[in-house]
C-alpha cells in the first residue's frame, strides 16, 4: 500500500492530507468527527486502499492541520476546504465517508459540489439536533463557557479519556493513546467553533431533508449501542428514497474501531457499487 502525508497549503491554512492506495483508482475521500483526525480511520484503511485511491484530510483545527483562532469553523467552511482538496489533488469524483460530524461536512460538500460526490456514506452522523444524548458530563465541563477555558488548560490523560468515552461502548475496549493525543493537538476555539457549527447546520436543516433533496446513493451505518446519538433515529434516515441503513449490534458511535471487520463488511459492496474510476 502506498502511502503519503502532505501538508496542503489552502487560504485558510495547512490542511494534513494523507493518501493511500493508486492514484489511478477510483477514489473515496473519508472524513472524521470532532475532536479527532486521520488517524480515526487506521483499521480499515488498509483493506480500502487495496484497490482504491484513499484520501483522508484533517478539517481545520484537528490532527496535523492548521489551528487558527478566526474564523472558517462552519461545516460549510469545512466542506469547502474538502473539496478544495480534492480539486489540488486531481481528484473528480468520489464516494465520500464521513464518521459523526464528519458525515455533516461531506453531506454539505454534496449540497455545493453535486458532481464531485457520487455517493455518501454516513457512520453514526445524527439526523436532527433533537436525537443528540450526550458527550458526557466531561465533555460537557470541556465545552463549558467560561468553566472550559480553565479545565482546557489543565485538561489530563484521564478527563480526556472519560470525554471520549461516550464515543465507544463495545465491552473492554480500551481507548488507543493516539486518540487522546488528537484531543490533545485541538484548541478550545476551534472545538467549540466546530461544535457549534454542526449545531446551526442541523438547526437550519434535519440531515434526511437534505439528503432526500440530493438524490445521492445513501448508506447510513449506525452502532445499536451509540451513547451520542439516539440510536433509533437512524430510521429516520429510511425516509431518504434508495438510501440503506443498517444497525450494527454490540458497538457504540465509532464503529469503525470498535468493529472495523464488520464496518468493512458493510461499506464493502457500497463503495465497490458506486465508485468510479
Same mark, same amino acid.
Given at each position: 500500500?502506498?502511502?503519503?502525508?502532505?501538508p496542503l497549503p489552502l487560504e485558510a491554512g495547512d490542511l494534513h492530507v494523507r493518501q493511500d492506495g493508486p492514484r489511478d483508482a477510483p477514489a473515496l475521500v473519508l472524513v472524521h468527527g470532532l475532536a479527532?483526525? +486521520? #488517524?480515526?480511520?487506521? @483499521? &480499515?484503511?488498509?483493506?480500502? @486502499?487495496?484497490?482504491?485511491?484513499?484520501?483522508?484530510?484533517?478539517?481545520?483545527?484537528?490532527?496535523?492541520? =492548521?489551528?487558527?483562532? %478566526?474564523?472558517?469553523?462552519?461545516?460549510?467552511?469545512?466542506?469547502?476546504?474538502?473539496?478544495?482538496?480534492?480539486?489540488?489533488?486531481?481528484?473528480?469524483?468520489?464516494?465520500?465517508? %464521513? *464518521?459523526?460530524?464528519?458525515?455533516?461536512?461531506?453531506?454539505?460538500?454534496?449540497? /455545493?459540489?453535486?458532481?464531485?460526490?457520487?455517493?455518501?456514506?454516513?457512520?453514526?452522523?445524527?439526523?436532527?439536533?433533537?436525537?443528540?444524548?450526550?458527550?458526557?458530563? =466531561?465533555?460537557?465541563?470541556?465545552?463549558?463557557?467560561?468553566?472550559?477555558?480553565?479545565?482546557?488548560?489543565?485538561?489530563?490523560?484521564?478527563?480526556?479519556?472519560?470525554?471520549?468515552? +461516550?464515543?465507544?461502548?463495545?465491552?473492554?475496549? /480500551?481507548?488507543?493513546? *493516539?486518540?487522546?493525543?488528537?484531543?490533545?493537538?485541538?484548541?478550545? *476555539?476551534?472545538?467549540?467553533?466546530?461544535?457549534?457549527?454542526? &449545531?446551526?447546520?442541523? +438547526?437550519?436543516?434535519?440531515?434526511?431533508?437534505?439528503?432526500?433533496?440530493?438524490?445521492?446513493?445513501?448508506?447510513?451505518?449506525?452502532?445499536?449501542?451509540?451513547?451520542?446519538?439516539?440510536?433509533? #433515529?437512524?430510521?429516520?434516515?429510511?425516509?431518504?428514497?434508495?438510501?440503506?441503513? /443498517?444497525? &450494527?449490534?454490540?458497538?457504540?458511535?465509532?464503529?469503525?474501531?470498535?468493529?472495523?471487520?464488520?464496518?468493512?463488511?458493510?461499506?464493502?459492496?457500497?463503495?465497490?457499487?458506486?465508485?468510479?474510476?
Amino acid at each position: 500500500m502506498t502511502t503519503e502525508n502532505s501538508p496542503l497549503p489552502l487560504e485558510a491554512g495547512d490542511l494534513h492530507v494523507r493518501q493511500d492506495g493508486p492514484r489511478d483508482a477510483p477514489a473515496l475521500v473519508l472524513v472524521h468527527g470532532l475532536a479527532a483526525s +486521520t #488517524s480515526w480511520w487506521d @483499521a &480499515i484503511v488498509p483493506e480500502l @486502499a487495496a484497490a482504491r485511491h484513499v484520501v483522508r484530510l484533517d478539517l481545520l483545527g484537528h490532527g496535523r492541520s =492548521a489551528r487558527p483562532d %478566526g474564523p472558517g469553523y462552519r461545516i460549510a467552511d469545512h466542506a469547502r476546504r474538502v473539496g478544495a482538496a480534492l480539486d489540488r489533488l486531481g481528484v473528480e469524483q468520489a464516494v465520500a465517508i %464521513g *464518521h459523526s460530524t464528519g458525515g455533516l461536512v461531506v453531506t454539505a460538500l454534496a449540497e /455545493e459540489r453535486p458532481g464531485l460526490l457520487g455517493a455518501l456514506a454516513l457512520i453514526d452522523t445524527g439526523p436532527r439536533l433533537g436525537a443528540f444524548v450526550s458527550n458526557g458530563l =466531561a465533555g460537557r465541563l470541556m465545552l463549558a463557557p467560561g468553566l472550559g477555558s480553565l479545565l482546557w488548560r489543565v485538561r489530563t490523560d484521564a478527563l480526556i479519556r472519560k470525554a471520549l468515552s +461516550t464515543a465507544f461502548s463495545r465491552p473492554g475496549y /480500551e481507548i488507543p493513546p *493516539h486518540l487522546v493525543a488528537d484531543v490533545r493537538t485541538m484548541t478550545l *476555539h476551534g472545538t467549540v467553533a466546530t461544535s457549534q457549527g454542526a &449545531i446551526d447546520y442541523l +438547526t437550519r436543516q434535519p440531515l434526511p431533508d437534505r439528503l432526500s433533496a440530493l438524490g445521492k446513493p445513501l448508506l447510513v451505518l449506525f452502532g445499536e449501542q451509540d451513547r451520542r446519538w439516539r440510536p433509533s #433515529s437512524a430510521a429516520e434516515y429510511t425516509g431518504v428514497p434508495g438510501a440503506l441503513v /443498517e444497525m &450494527i449490534p454490540g458497538v457504540g458511535h465509532s464503529p469503525m474501531l470498535e468493529d472495523p471487520h464488520r464496518t468493512l463488511a458493510l461499506l464493502r459492496p457500497f463503495i465497490e457499487a458506486h465508485a468510479r474510476g
